[in-house]
């Protein structure tokens, strides 16, 4: 044969190689009722088995962090130091001890508004129940919220509440914590585009080829209307709404979201919506800032590096940080 011929062939055997490895390419998804949300994840693949492997990983390591970190479980590892960590110091996980660790850092910037001991007085509402503390209960149980009771020995791996009554949840940073992992699972098998989500808290990974990934900012009180769109290239982005886990009382909405200072729901807004790198961070900052509020969570927001915010306050009205407000003439 000629060599011209040979490699005419040649390119059209690797043409239809080509052709047929880009035509399998397609996008996956799945859903699985874990941590007491739904874990989506989004991928692009073009190997079903390396996309089902994906999706596996990712679903266990959601089911191992819930398994550790769940406050719902008597046996998670946080159920173990509620229990004892007043009474001793605790052994833990490295794990737990950096999260941990991570919370704290989160309360010292935000001057106390996030505070994984909120669960002091926060243990004792039922959002599902529609069950809340009176407020003796609540006046009994506040000197307990303190994240400076929470101390941490690193060399140890222990950790010991300096008071009695002390108890943490990780509510606030855990599922920006686990969708992290995920992406990093996904990133691991070779994944470059995208997206892992656990109710409020999403993370993508590259683009949705060729156009950035979408992701929605709902009304808080109406979830068919969507008050703003933001395109998101690798990035992370969580909301924190009013809408969450909620009830009524009275015309009073009582939710999810505690503020420290009173052991009651924070009410300056109805949701916070954060993106930036990373999602244990954008996790906690839409927790704080829905605790701050709109004047004193953008002043916190626009003196930090990467991160921009979106708040619903309580009228409605939409307020932005400063990367996305119009450059100033
Ligand atoms: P998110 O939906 O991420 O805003 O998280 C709300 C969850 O954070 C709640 O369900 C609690 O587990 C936890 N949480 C509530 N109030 C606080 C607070 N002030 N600081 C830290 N975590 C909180
Ligand atoms: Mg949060």
Redesign the pocket.
């Known amino acids: 044969m000629e060599r011209a011929v040979v490699l005419r062939r040649f390119l059209m055997f690797a043409g239809c190689l080509l052709w047929s490895v880009v035509a399998t390419a397609e996008w996956y998804t799945n859903e699985q009722a874990i941590m007491g949300t739904v874990i989506r994840t989004e991928l692009w693949s073009d190997d079903p088995l390396t996309a089902a492997e994906a999706i596996r990983l990712v679903n266990e390591e959601m089911h191992r962090i819930d398994r550790s970190m769940s406050?719902y479980k008597p046996d998670s590892e946080i159920s173990r130091i509620n229990r004892d960590a007043a009474k001793n110091p605790v052994t833990i996980s490295a794990e737990l001890l950096e999260l941990i660790a991570r919370?704290i850092e989160?309360?010292r910037l935000t001057h106390g508004?996030?505070?994984?001991t909120?669960?002091s007085v926060?243990q004792l509402y039922d959002f599902r129940a529609g069950v809340r503390p009176d407020e003796k209960q609540i006046a009994a149980t506040l000197p307990a919220i303190n994240y400076r009771f929470v101390e941490l020995d690193l060399v140890e791996r222990t950790v010991f509440f300096a008071r009695q009554g002390v108890r943490i949840?990780?509510?606030?940073?855990a599922?920006?914590y686990a969708v992290e992992r995920g992406a990093g699972i996904l990133r691991a098998q070779g994944i470059a585009h995208g997206l892992v989500s656990a109710?409020?808290?999403s993370r993508v990974l590259g683009d949705r080829r060729g156009a950035p990934w979408i992701v929605g900012v709902r009304d808080p009180r109406n979830s068919d209307r969507v008050v703003a769109r933001l395109p998101l290239i690798d990035e992370a982005i969580?909301?924190?709404?009013d809408y969450?886990?909620f009830f009524e009382e009275d015309g009073v909405r009582y939710h999810?979201?505690?503020?420290?200072a009173t052991g009651h729901s924070?009410s300056e807004v109805r949701s916070?919506t954060i993106i930036g790198p990373d999602a244990t961070m954008t996790?906690?900052l839409?927790?704080?800032v829905?605790?701050m509020g709109v004047d004193n969570g953008l002043q916190l927001i626009d003196s930090l590096d990467d991160f921009e915010a979106v708040i619903v306050d309580q009228h409605g009205r939409l307020h932005r940080s400063g990367g996305f407000l119009p450059p100033k003439k």
Do not use: C, N, Q, W
């Open positions: 406050t919370g989160m309360s508004a996030f505070d994984i909120y669960a926060g949840d990780l509510g606030g940073i599922k920006g109710g409020g808290d969580s909301t924190s709404g969450e886990r999810h979201i505690i503020s420290p924070a916070v996790d906690g839409a927790t704080s829905f605790v």
